[in-house]
């Protein structure tokens, strides 16, 4: 007995979430769109992916260590998405900062951030800010955003690493810029480039973040970690933190240096020199944002992420997942 297929003779089609082959009743595609295998029309979307920050660096008693790179930074407008298509997310997790040393030579650099991912885009974590070692030039580590460096032969961190287009951040700060080896320099920022120790008496400030207004109102994001303060041959203040979410640099005799904020990708801001409990500043975590017609609801099939989505306005809805690794599909 011949099977119906839109009045063909022959194997009967099944449609899937992009394709459905040959004529059908309107009956099928009602059944079909309930079961969500039925293609349908790609919505415009809008969407915002920072990484995680760097860690600042540690510090030695002669030094405070470099702030950490913000997080990589990538906007898109305009993209198309199907309906009833998995799309992979992650959110990079911050860096840890490095630990200070008092008894051996060294302090360990801040760790990098992790990547953010969504669909085929991602955005790198930030650089670690470089640790203070003695009579050793130490480069901060390459990233989304550049970790800062300390001593003065040493660069920062190259920022837009790996290279994408536009940039999705910039350089670190280049330790020493004061005249001498006490300066640490700043992390780099979405926005501008860390800061290079403005003279001998300031270690350098994190580099701006860059302002989106894709949740409604301006927000700055990914500033990068201020440089580490030191007290030890010379007063040097600590860098601020970049604008955007950057953590400030540890200042002396006791603090630690500031976290970059969570969700903004900020970099770690870098140890100061005077105590073994004196560690860098853990990098922020990152974020993805999603803006999307406000028709379209969106699900996470399978768990394993951490979205908001308050209520829509001006015809859209935009959610932000803020933890997690797994699948966004829209419907």
Known sequence: MAKRNGGIIGKVNTPTTSAAVGVWRLQDQFNARKNNIWPGQPISVDFLIIAGGGGGGGGIPACGGGGGGAGGYREFTSQSLSLGTNYTATVGAGGAGGTFSSGSPSGTNGTSGSNSVFSINTSAGGGGGAKSDFGVDVTGLSGGSGGGSTRTAANGGAGNTPSTS?????????????????????????????????????????????????????????????????????????????????????????????????????????????????????????????????????????????ISTPGASGGFKVSSITAGTGNVQFN
């Not at 640490?184 to 300031?202: C, E, K, L, R």
């Not at 970099?267 to 379209?296: C, E, F, L, R």
């Open 166 to 306: 536009p940039s999705q951040g910039n350089n670190g700060g280049k330790g020493g810029g004061g005249g001498s080896d006490l300066q640490a320099g700043g992390g780099g920022g979405a926005g501008a480039v860390g800061q290079n120790p403005p003279d001998a008496s300031n270690s350098g400030a994190g580099g701006a973040g860059t302002a989106s207004s894709i949740t409604g109102p301006s927000v700055t994001r990914a500033g990068g970690g201020g440089g580490g303060g030191s007290t030890q041959f010379a007063t040097v203040a600590a860098g601020a933190g970049g604008t955007g979410g950057g953590g400030a640099g540890g200042a002396t005799p006791s603090n630690v240096g500031g976290n970059g904020d969570t969700n903004l990708g900020g970099g770690g801001g870098g140890s100061s020199n005077q105590s073994t409990s004196n560690s860098g500043g853990a990098g922020g975590s990152g974020v993805v944002i999603i803006k999307y017609p406000d028709t379209v609801t969106i699900s996470n099939p399978g768990g394993g992420l951490t």
